[in-house]
């Protein structure tokens, strides 16, 4: 089962010890391509604050119902490869009390330092909770938010990977990657308008707010901040774990910013 699976940290052999008592929440509340699977690694990899990942996105769910679901729900899922996951999976009968569970689950079994992480894209915010607040789904969480500073580097790797469906270095294209300028004027003012919302959301809360460039120039510093912002006794004394997330951002990347800045 676990080579069927699309991302390989979904499997069993990724499973942390059950937790001794109930877990509390944190969310890493982000855009796409802000630097929240670099964030969410260090967190994982450090042994302290849990296992953080987008449980909610489509993806997520088509896995561990594969490996955890009934006998039909696995049969279904296994069919999803390709665009056919974020198209369909989770699409059907996933109602609150479903999610829930799903929720449960991850939770028994990605849950350590004792705490719960979850990776969490506003799309995917807004699709499983609406205008809900974070507790309405998820309980009493914390929050860690990341930015990007640097808003055309986001879009343009947002174009790339819509267009690629290439989302993580591990991953292999399944289409080149092609210019379109009007793609990324509309996913800049996506990220201006999504970003506006989730500081709707936050406000008045208690938020550590990380910017990528900041986490990428130390990660030690960025990594040590987000768990004091969690209360460990003594961040300074967790081990950075080895970088294990290659850039993306390559020669395409730099000609197309070029090629932007240029008004072309």
């Known amino acids: 089962m676990p080579r069927l699976l699309l991302d390989p940290r979904n499997g069993p052999a990724w499973d942390l010890p059950p937790p001794a008592h109930p877990p509390q929440t944190y969310v890493v509340a982000s855009l796409p391509r802000s630097g929240s699977t670099l964030l969410c690694n260090l967190l994982w990899d450090c042994g302290a604050a849990g296992a953080p990942k987008e449980y909610l996105n489509p993806m997520q769910l088509r896995d561990w119902e594969l490996r955890l679901g009934t006998p039909a729900a696995r049969l279904r899922n296994a069919l999803l490869v390709?665009?056919?996951v974020g198209a369909l999976a989770g699409r059907w009968g996933w109602s609150p009390a479903r999610i829930q569970?799903?929720?449960?689950?991850?939770?028994?079994?990605?849950?350590?330092?004792?705490?719960?992480?979850?990776?969490?894209?506003?799309?995917?915010?807004?699709r499983w909770a609406g205008e809900a607040p974070l507790e309405a789904l998820l309980g009493p969480v914390r929050v860690l938010r990341i930015q990007r500073g640097d808003r055309l580097g986001q879009a343009l790797s947002w174009a790339r990977a819509l267009q690629t469906n290439q989302w993580a270095a591990w991953q292999q294209p399944l289409l080149p990657p092609v210019y379109r300028r009007a793609q990324i004027d509309a996913l800049l003012r996506r990220i201006?308008?999504?970003?506006?919302?989730?500081?709707?959301?936050?406000?008045?809360?208690?938020?550590?707010?990380?910017?990528?460039?900041?986490?990428?120039?130390?990660?030690?510093?960025?990594?040590?901040?987000?768990?004091?912002?969690?209360?460990?006794?003594?961040?300074?004394?967790?081990?950075?774990?080895?970088?294990?997330?290659?850039?993306?951002?390559?020669?395409?990347?730099?000609?197309?910013?070029?090629?932007?800045?240029?008004?072309?």
């Open 82 to 84: 390709g665009p056919a």
């Open 101 to 126: 569970a799903h929720l449960a689950r991850v939770r028994a079994r990605r849950s350590q330092g004792g705490w719960f992480g979850l990776k969490l894209h506003l799309h995917h915010l807004r």
């Open 192 to 264: 201006d308008e999504d970003e506006a919302e989730w500081d709707r959301r936050l406000v008045g809360r208690p938020v550590h707010l990380l910017r990528y460039e900041a986490l990428t120039a130390d990660p030690a510093a960025a990594l040590r901040g987000c768990l004091a912002a969690l209360d460990h006794p003594d961040p300074g004394a967790v081990p950075l774990p080895a970088p294990a997330h290659p850039r993306q951002a390559d020669a395409t990347s730099a000609a197309w910013r070029a090629r932007y800045l240029a008004g072309r």
